[in-house]
Structure formats: C-alpha cells, structure tokens
C-alpha cells in the first residue's frame, strides 16, 4: 500500500473498525533518517493500534530507525519482504530479499535488539523460481530462529521481472493452502494469511485454519467492507456505524486538518469507495475528484458531495 495508508487514511479507517490493526505504507529507512521523521512517523492518538511497515536491507540502518520509532506510538514494525516493485528492487530490499534468509535474519536480530517492540515480517510464498515449499520453510525457520515470531504471509509467489506490481497482485496464483501448511509445520509461530480477500466470510473461513488476516486493496477500495469487522471478528457490542455516520465524522476532522494548512485532496482521496455500490456513489466520487483538488478547496466539496447520496438528491439524478 505504497503512497496510499498515510495518517489520513488511516484515521478514516479507524473511524470504520475501533481494533482492526492498521498499518502504514512502507517507509524506507532511509526516508526516515535523512528525512522529516515527523512527516513519516507522526500519527494522530486515534489511530492506535497502528504497525510501522519497513522497506530495508542494512541491519544498523534498520536498527536506528527502530530506535527512532520508539518514539511514536506504534504496536509493532513490520519488515516488508513482499514488495515487487522496481523501486524497491533497485534498493535491493523487499521481495528479494526472501532469496537470502541469512542477510533478513541479520536484519530481525539487529532490529530485535534495538526496541522492546514486536517484529513481523510480511513476505510472500516464494520469488522468481524460489518457489518450492522447502524454500519457504526454511525462510520462515530462519528469520523465526531470530527471534521473529509473526509473519503476514501473501498467498502469492513474486515475479521480479517481467510482471508490474499491479500485475504481481494478480497473476501469480494464490494459495491458500500452502499457508496453512505452515501453520501445521510451524505451530508456534502467528500466521497471518493475506492477498485476494474481499469479504468477512472469507476472513471468517481463513480464521479456522490460521491465526489472523490481512485485507489491503479490498479495504481501500471497499472501507465499508470493515464496518462490521468488530462486532464480527472481534465481539464488539457497539452498533454498526453508517456511511454518513462515517462521512460526517471524518468531515470534522478534515475541517481541523484544513486549519492547519493540510490540502483538501490529500485526505479526500482516501474516501472515494465509502458508497461503494450505493446509490449515489458515482456523483459522490466525481464530485470530490473534480473539486478537492483546486486551489483554496473547502470543506465544502465533502459537504456538496456527501447530498449527492441522499434519497432525495437521488430522487432528482
């Protein structure tokens, strides 16, 4: 989720489930030690519990932005070993990096004795032509031997060359089973499963054979989706908010940001599939995507686009 699950999407979706675990975009280590550790970093109390998603390869540069992030809120930090793209590639972190358990575990262990927080690593079943069962053991056996005890597992292999991102979350075929083989073969260890998940049913199904999951683009693209994830998953017995609920709380907090100077189209983006499939929901996204971006854009654009999902502005469409 590169570029996308910054601190205003992730107060969003925190207005939709009060205990799903967010998770930022990756941060490269080096955006976060030659950089503004605030910008990066930075998150509102609302948010929690939230996990600091990693891209990096060099065990102290890794380490020293554990110790950064000690700082802020965070439940636990994530090394991304899944990430196909060129750019990530080029700083040789990652996807690639499942090709070389040695030098990811020297990374979990220097990361491991910098902070007191949780260590995941989020990978995927395999990468290029690594793509045999025995090769994903013995990655997940050699980073939990360095003390990394959960791993979000994407039921997708990686091709590094050849496939774009998009295409890399599409392609490769998933499988499901093979991450429940490791929970069999490691049962000491959280297994997380994620990739191609687009209902709570499906969650509810993965929940019998492993201990958690993920769900990204189906989230961002559905937020709605999780409006009843606490009371389903997690036993909530608060009522399920509505999509205005939602819309009107996130417009208070747009109207503090916009107080601050933050741009409009920065936090309205994020909101674009609220209404998903409901009636209104193509005005409503055309609406924020023509206006949110202009210059000395208000609060208005949420205000205006959120009528266009009434039934009698419906009525009249």
């Not at 910008?39 to 950064?68: F, T, Y």
């Not at 959280?190 to 709570?200: D, K, Q, T, Y």
């Not at 920065?266 to 005005?283: C, D, E, N, V, W």
Request: overall charge neutral; glycine content about 6%.
């Amino acid at each position: 989720m590169l570029d996308w699950t910054d601190r205003h999407c992730r107060f969003f979706m925190r207005l939709i489930s009060q205990h799903a675990v967010l998770y930022t975009e990756m941060i490269t280590t080096g955006a976060i030690l030659h950089g503004d550790k605030d910008r990066h970093l930075a998150m509102s109390a609302e948010e929690h519990p939230v996990a600091l998603q990693l891209g990096g390869s060099n065990p102290s540069d890794l380490a020293a932005v554990c110790k950064i992030a000690e700082k802020y809120p965070y439940a636990e930090i994530n090394l991304n070993c899944g990430c196909p793209s060129d750019r990530v590639q080029n700083g040789m972190f990652g996807a690639v990096m499942m090709k070389n358990a040695e030098v990811t575990a020297n990374c979990i262990k220097a990361m491991l004795d910098t902070t007191n927080l949780p260590i995941t690593v989020k990978h995927r079943i395999g990468v290029d032509d690594y793509d045999s069962y025995e090769f994903l053991c013995n990655f997940i056996g050699t980073i939990a031997e360095a003390g990394c005890n959960t791993f979000v597992v994407h039921a997708r292999k990686a091709w590094l060359k050849g496939l774009s991102p998009k295409q890399n979350r599409e392609i490769p075929k998933l499988d499901y089973d093979r991450v429940y083989q490791l929970k069999k073969d490691f049962p000491d260890t959280e297994i997380i499963i994620n990739g191609g998940i687009s209902s709570l049913d499906q969650t509810v199904t993965h929940l019998t054979k492993i201990d958690g999951v993920m769900i990204g683009r189906e989230a961002y693209t559905n937020p709605f989706l999780l409006s009843n994830v606490d009371q389903f998953i997690y036993g909530s017995t608060k009522s399920v908010k509505t999509r205005e609920n939602i819309a009107e709380q996130f417009i208070q907090y747009v109207d503090n940001e916009l107080s601050k100077g933050t741009n409009l189209h920065a936090m309205t983006r994020h909101i674009l599939g609220l209404f998903h499939g409901q009636p209104g929901a193509r005005l409503f996204r055309r609406h924020i995507s023509e206006n949110a971006h202009k210059p000395g854009a208000t609060i208005d654009v949420l205000t205006t686009a959120l009528t266009a999902t009434s039934p009698s502005t419906r009525e009249q469409v």
